[in-house]
């Protein structure tokens, strides 16, 4: 069982992990600094806030790490809770760019976009020790076209890792567990939410969790009902996080880590008894089960969202007192 079930789990999700880190190691690196400054200039408004927290998030992988960024700013006094309302929003949204990438089936460019980019990186390096002619005008280019180098090993490294675990599917269906589950969660959606809530809490990534899922169901392992419940429930298991952010955090800080509880928490309700009319409906938009994993959780976001919206604009959202949290 180790060897055709823990071992190439266990080996996929560390090199899946090392990428999802790199990618975002090396986009923080590159965006970070003006991070803090974009989200306290452009969250006049919710809607604002929603666009912000959607763009930053994708462009730094991680709705974790925008989350975590905007207690710290409310802790320091450097943002309100009520302009975070439209970031926790569009944290959601933006993640779904990774699962979207991941849903193209790409996994057999991974090798070759590893060696690409690895090729470049050593370049941009190898011209950076060399101060080349003209290095006045190639400076200002190699650190961008470093850590896109960096982006784009870290993505090949998250398609290689998927492949990696993608191999488990024959083994994992003849394991006495793994039918078990399957029939409790045949019975009841409730086990998929519940199974994508403890796994996404345990290792902190829903990413994560959504692409082993999705390899699951692209060779067969995995039904697609199922698999929409576990992406709600990996979206609810993101809040875990934040609830340890939240710990030591100000009253304000506590309330972002709420506001993002409760947004995820009532959309995974909502959506719970509409989980066959989406299945039904990602069936209509695509034949491959990855991709409809990615458009599940694509729709679910943005609808939720979006209809969590114009909460953020009624009075009680607006109040002085929590102008002043």
Known sequence: MFHSIIGPVLLGFAIFM??????????????????????????ATPLH??????ATTAVLQSSTAVTVLSI???????????????IV????????????LIGLQLGRLGMPLLLGAAAAWLLTAMLGEMRVLAWRRVEPLLMPLRLLSVVAIGFALILIGITTMQSIGPSLQASGMFEWFLNRAHSSVLWGIVAGT?????????????????GLASIGAMPIEISIAIVLGANVGTCFTAILAAISATQAGRYVAL????LNVAGAL??????????????SMSSEPSAQIAHAQTIFNIVCSLLALPLC????????TLQQL
């Open 18 to 43: 090392a990428g999802m880190k790199l990618m975002e190691l090396a986009l923080s690196r590159w965006a970070g600094p003006y991070l803090a400054a974009i989200l306290r200039r452009f969250t």
């Open 49 to 54: 806030g929603l666009l912000t927290g959607t």
């Open 72 to 86: 710290g700013l409310v802790n320091a006094g450097l943002l309100t809770f009520p302009r975070t309302l439209g």
């Open 89 to 100: 929003l569009g944290t959601n949204i933006g993640t779904c760019l990774t699962t979207e």
């Open 198 to 214: 403890l796994l996404t809490a345990a290792i902190h990534s829903s990413a994560a969790v959504i692409g082993i899922i999705m």
């Open 259 to 262: 506001s993002h509880i409760v």
């Open 270 to 283: 909502l959506f719970l008894p509409l989980i066959p009319l989406l299945s039904t409906l990602t069936a």
């Open 313 to 320: 604009y009624l009075p009680i959202a607006r109040k002085p």
